[in-house]
């Protein structure tokens, strides 16, 4: 089953690569703000049903993909992939 | 009667860079540097473990979010708990802080920039293992150069367990309260974002990291004196 994880700084975690990309975007001329930079992670999971298969991505979050301390993770199953 | 050279543990990662460095220094000040590759489960008979600076695993998802689950360092977590001394160095901290042997986090620099210079630190304190050489208040000065070096402390952090702080108006990296390095609450487990290891000679810039350097060597020369 695939699975993908959406890794974000938490709100209030300085994210200076967030700002760059801010200030860039403004520069060229888009009106943003807040903007926050995070990370995506594509698994195939091997799992017999979809709860299991969340559980295990879970358990990855806590233990490696995600830092709790200052990361929130969102996961996303059987979503199409290009 | 010659002064017994004591054994520290230095851990090798894929991407490590500093282990040599790391291991000449603790050689130059009379400790017995012993190269513990990563694969290994367990830890040759030491008296401390020095986590070297480097880029384990590339700093692929977060800088040394993989390195922490190498074998060896298993035996460290281990060793740590039995309250044996582990110092992390630049790369070594942030292996400390994901492993959860030490508190925060390492996140990229504020500026962005790699940033490598000598910056002067303040002895917060002078009584753990690390630091036992130096003296509350006192200035030292030695090099940073890390990507990934600014502290986010848990926000109940006890000032007690800060034990470096960049001097004021030279924080290099944005760290939370100028923390520079931090220890766990027992003390015997420290991590620093500077070097001490590239400033243990005048004739290169700074001597001033063999006081953190030396300090170790002392703590484990007792422990091994301890064993005897």
């Known amino acids: 089953m695939r699975a993908t994880v959406l890794v974000r700084p938490k709100g209030g975690i300085l994210d200076p690569q967030g700002e760059a990309v801010e200030r860039s975007l403004r520069q060229l001329g888009f009106p943003v703000g807040d903007a926050r930079v995070g990370r995506v992670i594509d698994l195939e999971v091997e799992a017999a049903t979809a709860e299991e298969a969340r559980a295990q991505v879970e358990r990855m979050c806590e233990r490696l993909l995600a830092n709790p301390l200052i990361e929130s993770y969102e996961i996303d199953l059987g979503a199409e992939h290009r | ?228």
């Open chain 2, 1 to 228: 009667m010659s002064e017994l050279r004591p054994r520290i543990g230095v851990l090798v990662f894929p991407g490590s860079n500093d282990d040599h460095d790391a291991a000449w220094a603790l050689s130059a000040l009379g400790g017995d540097p012993q190269l513990v590759w990563h694969g290994e489960p367990e830890l040759p008979r030491v008296e401390a473990v020095v986590l070297p600076g480097g880029f384990s695993y590339g700093d692929y998802l977060r800088a040394g979010a993989i390195a922490r689950f190498a074998p060896a360092m298993d035996a460290v977590a281990e060793f740590a708990r039995g309250g044996g001394l582990v110092l992390g160095i630049c790369n070594g901290f942030q292996i400390l802080c994901e492993a959860g042997l030490l508190p925060g986090v390492l996140r990229p620099n504020a500026s962005l920039e790699f940033v490598c210079r000598d910056v002067p630190l303040v002895v917060e304190r002078g009584d753990v293992p690390f630091t036992a050489r130096c003296a509350p208040g006192q200035t030292l000065v030695i090099p940073v150069k890390h990507g990934d070096g600014c502290y986010q402390a848990p926000a109940d952090l006890p000032e007690e367990q800060v034990v470096l702080r960049y001097a004021r108006g030279a924080n290099p990296n944005g760290s939370d309260r100028d923390i520079a390095a931090v220890a766990n609450a027992e003390g015997n487990v420290m991590g620093l974002m500077p070097h001490p290891e590239h400033a243990v000679d005048t004739l290169l810039g700074s001597g001033d990291g063999a006081l953190i350097l030396a300090s170790l060597v002392d703590a484990a020369r007792e422990r091994n004196y301890a064993r005897a």
